[in-house]
Structure formats: C-alpha cells, structure tokens
C-alpha cells in the first residue's frame, strides 16, 4: 500500500474505529458520548451498552474508582490532562484488562469543559513485567533484611553480676535495612568486648560492609588488642579492603575481675554511663574521627573502673535524632529517659528505650546495647 | 519551624475580616479549592494549607506516629489556628478534612463559628446497619491503584522534589504535580482515611454545620450525607447538582453557592 492511500483511503472513520488503542469520548460528568471499536473490543462491551449509559469510572475496578475519584478527575479538572495512569477496566464479563488510560479536557472557547477525549492502551504485558521488578525488589530487600537479622541475633553474654541486653529497631517506612549494628562477645573468661556501629548507606550494600566490619572487630579483639588500637588495625582494615570508610563506632572492653571499662569512640555518639551515686553523663573522652578518616597519631581510648550497680549505655543516632531537633536535645530525652528507668535490667532497659525515644522517621533505624555491672 | 512553613500556607483577603479555612481531602493539594475561595477573598480571610506529606508541605515534618490517626491531622489545623490567631473561624473541609474539622471543632469548639463539610464521610467502610459504601478489598485495591501510579514521583524525581523548597516551580513543572506524595505517605494516607470512624465523634459537634452533597458521590454517597446531617446536633444537608466526589472542582460556583447563603443564614 503506498503512503498515500494509507492516509486517505481508510478514511478518517476507519483511523478512529481500527486504531490499536481504545478511544472514548465523554462528558464532563463522566457520561460516555462515543467509543470506538477497539474499546468495544477489548471491553466486551456493545456501544449501545455504553454510550449515555455508563460513565468511564464504572468500567473500572472498586479500588480504581476510588483513585479516579480521589486522584484521576481532580488532576483532570485541575490542568485539563492526566497522563499516563495506571487503571484497571473491567470487560463485559468481568475480565480485567491492564490499562494506561491518558485523557484530555476539550474546552469551549471561555475555558469551560465540553468533552473529555481518553485513549486506553493495553498494559498487560507491561503490569506482569513491573509486578516481576516489583517482586525482585522486595525479594532483595527481604535478603538484606535476612542478612541483617542473622548478624544482630545471637545469644550475648551474662554473668553472675553481669547483664546485657540489645535491641533494634528498623526504620519506620523502610524500604532497605539500615547500617546499624551491634555485637558483644567474649574475650576469654573474664573480659567481653562491646560494640555499636553505623555504616553509611542502605540496602544489601550496607549490610554486607557491616558483616565485614562485624567479623573485623571480633577477629581483631580476640588478639587482645585494646579500644584505641583495635580502631587503628580496623582504619587499616578499611584502606586495604575499601569498605566501611567513614562507619562510626565505639568499641568497648570490660575486664570482669578489675571491673576496669575501656572505650574507644571512632566518630559516634558518646556513650552513657549512670554511676549508682549519679545520674546519667555522657562520656566524651576517647574520641576521634569516623573510619578511614584517621589524622596521624594514635586513636585516644577512655578507662574508669565500674562501680558496683553500674549502666553503661551505647546506641546509634536513630534513637536521639529526630529533623526537626537539634541533636543536644535528643541526647538529653534519653539521659532523662536511661535516668527514670535506671532500675530496668538492660534485656528490658534496651527495647524500652527505643519505643519510648524516637519515631524512626526518615529511614532511620536505631539501637542499643545495655550492659549493667552488680 | 513554622506551622505556615510546615503546612505551605498562604493567604488572601483582609487580614482582620473572618477567617474562612480551607482544608483539602485525600489525594491532592490546597489546589482543589482554586477555583472556590477567590470567592470569599474580598470578605473574609482566606486561608489555605497543604496536610503534611501532601503539596508544598514540609515532608520531613512528617511523623508516622502523630499521623496514624485524623487526630493529628486536626491537630495542626489548631495549631494552625493558634500561630495565625484565627478566632470565630468558618472551616471548609473536603473529604477526609471534613471529619478533620469535626475532630478540630470538638476539641476547641469556641474557635470555630461554622463548619463546612463537602462529602463526608464518618466511615468509609460498610458496618452493621451501616451503609459506607466499601470493602476492606476495595480499599486494598485503591492501595493496589495507588502502588501503580507513583504521579510525578520517581525515585530520580524525589531528590528535585525535596530538595527545593525554596522553588516550588521546579516541581509545579511537572505533570500530574497537584497529586504528587510521598508514596510511603499516601498509603498511610489513605489507610488513615479509609480505615477511620468517626462516626461517634459526630455527636460532640455543636458548631452550626453545613453538609454539602453531591447528587452521585461514588466515595460518599447520599445516605452517608445523610447519616451525618442526623448525627450531627446542628448540621442541615444540601445537595447540589454535581456528579464525583470532587464539587469544589466539578461544580465550584454551585459549591461557592452554597457556602456563601450558609454563612449569610
């Protein structure tokens, strides 16, 4: 068929009736004026069924009509067109067809609405495709979320005089894991390492750097390197493999029979320590900058020794940051929290903390590591 | 922050006249009432707002916990209130906004002098004895809907979106912007709305009420319109002639109508 009869010899009729894409014309109410026969065909439907009979919206799904009542109409009415919306129809037999249904208004020449034009094109193939990436989605994120739980479960070390407890909590509309960890072992008979930290990003990503860095500092730990100079060989650590440049982490050690604590903060929040005779202080000495991020000389550690009926507290970001508060304030919600539930032991001291404190709003997720010392 | 910040505020009108309040339903922005409030400008105080999550309004104010239920929806319409110090107020709200305003109203009910309420409904679910016109399925499907129609949110959109609230007109740009969310803050949204009863709250209203109905509303229907005007001490119902849930858009002058011969009786 040459060009020219393709465009003349169908006639315009033919162009609208046999278009690959279904085509109706409606009131502004909604009232369907005119379909053409692709739409009967996909629908089912006779036009003498639909025209002045149904509107548009009641060939759609409950939940569609819904969106085109709520979402579709306004947009319409608002700047004359809607684009490109996901819609599902509803044949004649009650078949369902996938559909991306565009409209636009035709005005009159004082801008009030005479007709609205739609074409409907068949989405079937398209929707199975999105509902698979959307399954793939979801199936990595539950991976990451696998990957994440399997590190931060475990049994944590107890002991005559000596409780720990731990918990975290995901952030609230999250799409991906956060990179909080933490971890508590045992270096020997007598000596438990502690450790909290925050990997920068999201996702499989931030989970697989925080599993490295977990089996690192446990790896490192039980070489008897102490708090400052287990930061170092992890700075060393980071550079060789490039991963977890710029996590912060406080890592902590406590020798049960000298009851001496020693901490090392790489870039994170303080910890906190509740003495039986005072309240709640954060404890800012031992501190340098996040990993990766060394200036020369050697990372600073901290030690006290415990007194007996001692708390000590460390905890990501999550649970004291919130966007519309500067963070001091955040810091002093939980040193007023940690002093009214001081009695608490630390397996239901740490969930507590985190449901009293904190929405986890904006992806992030928190927590905590509680160890009390009798 | 501001709550004029917070809820994208803007004004129009005399500042000492009346305050007229207007509050936008499920789905899109202070938008749907464009072509209603010019009408109320040279009299009353015209104030519009954008919920949190919805328009201009500031996302990271959005707090999962405080928007889990109208309550703290109505709880920014007073606080609103309160910043601007609009007293005697006539509050105009659409859809879920309508049980808003009845939420706001019980709460501090010598700040309002009148509330309006276009298609409301106290429980969009149907219950024993009780006609709401859906199913929990449906709702689910509506999700479903929403899930496939991220309108004018992409993940390479959002950053441009967010970033840039000092230039709104980078986002008006966009196609289907007026409905643009958050997706995470539309589902919440909208299980918020529909999943809602408030059908005991109604009782509590003693401000005068105006119940605006369409003749075929497919998200509140008549009987609902209906049942509120019964529930409600001090509401009477009209209908206008308007088909879809959205009047303000569809049948503005007729709505404006409405509203105005209600402030005057």
Request: glycine share 10%.
């Amino acid at each position: 068929m040459k060009v020219e009869e393709e465009l003349f010899a169908p006639g315009l009729e033919d162009l609208f009736e046999n278009a690959p894409c279904g085509y109706l014309s409606t009131a502004p109410d909604g009232t369907i004026l005119k379909v053409n026969r692709t739409f009967e065909q996909w629908t089912g439907y006779d036009r003498r069924q639909l025209v002045g009979r149904k509107r548009f919206a009641e060939l759609l799904t409950p939940g569609g009509r819904m969106y085109h009542e709520t979402h579709y109409a306004p947009l319409l009415q608002m700047q004359g067109e809607a684009r490109e919306i996901a819609l599902e129809l509803v044949g004649a037999d009650g078949s369902r067809l996938p559909a991306l249904v565009t409209s636009v208004v035709v005005a009159d020449g004082e801008g009030k609405p005479q007709v609205i034009r739609t074409t409907v094109f068949d989405a079937s193939e398209r929707r199975r495709y999105e509902e698979e990436l959307l399954q793939t989605r979801e199936r990595e994120r539950e991976i990451a979320r696998q990957l994440q739980r399997s590190m931060l479960a475990g049994e944590l070390p107890a002991a005559p005089g000596l409780q720990v407890g731990a918990s975290y909590r995901p952030a609230d509309n999250a799409l991906e894991v956060g990179g909080d960890w933490y971890d508590a072992f045992w270096l020997g008979e007598e000596r438990l390492g502690m450790v909290v930290g925050d990997v920068v990003g999201k996702g499989i990503g931030a989970a697989a750097t925080m599993g490295q860095l977990r089996s690192a500092v446990r790896a490192l730990a039980s070489t008897g390197l102490r708090p400052g100079p287990l930061l170092e060989a992890l700075d060393d650590y980071t550079h060789r493999h490039g991963v977890g440049a710029t996590t912060t982490v406080v890592y902590a050690q406590l020798d049960l029979a000298s009851r001496e604590l020693r901490f090392a903060c790489a870039g994170h929040l303080p910890p906190i320590l509740v003495e039986p005779e005072s309240g709640p202080h954060l404890s800012w000495e031992g501190r340098s900058t996040p990993l990766g991020l060394r200036i020369p000389g050697p990372r600073p550690e901290s030690a006290c020794v415990l007194p007996t009926g001692s708390l000590f507290l460390l905890y990501t970001d999550g649970l004291v940051e919130r966007r519309t508060q500067p963070i001091d304030s955040g810091l002093e919600r939980l040193q007023a929290e940690v002093a009214e539930r001081r009695e608490e032991p630390p397996p239901a001291l740490a969930p507590n903390l985190l449901r009293a404190l904190g929405t986890g709003e904006h992806g992030d997720d928190a927590c905590v590591l509680a160890l009390s010392l009798g | 922050m501001t709550v004029s910040v917070r809820n994208n505020v803007s004004e129009h009108g005399p500042r000492e006249a009346q305050p007229i309040l207007f509050a936008h339903g499920f789905g899109c922005d202070q938008n749907m009432w464009r072509f209603v409030w010019p009408r109320f400008e040279a009299d009353y105080r015209v104030v519009l707002f954008d919920h949190v999550g919805a328009g201009g309004s500031d996302l990271s104010a959005y707090d999962p916990e405080r928007y889990s239920s109208l309550q703290g929806y109505a709880e920014d319409v007073l606080e609103l209130c309160r910043e601007l110090d609009l007293r005697d107020v006539v509050f105009v709200g659409h859809s879920v906004s309508a049980m808003v305003g009845v939420l706001a109203a019980t709460a501090e009910p010598d700040r309002f002098a009148r509330l309006v309420l276009v298609g409301p409904s106290p429980r969009y679910i149907d219950d024993d004895g009780y006609v709401g016109g859906f199913s929990r399925e449906d709702i689910e499907g509506l999700l479903e809907s929403m899930e496939s129609n991220y309108l004018g949110w992409s993940s390479q959109m959002a950053p441009v979106i967010m970033g840039n609230p000092d230039r709104p007109e980078l986002g008006e740009e966009l196609i289907n912007s007026f409905c643009r969310t958050d997706p995470e803050i539309a589902n919440r949204f909208a299980r918020v709305t529909f999943l809602s009863d408030n059908r005991e709250d109604l009782g509590r209203v003693k401000t005068p009420s105006l119940v605006l109905q369409c003749s075929e509303d497919a998200i509140a229907p008549e009987e609902v319109g209906r049942f509120v005007e019964r529930e409600m001490p001090a509401a009477r119902l009209v209908m206008l002639d308007a088909v879809g849930h959205c009047p303000n858009l569809s049948a503005p002058e007729a709505t404006a109508d409405a509203i105005e011969e209600f402030l005057r009786g």
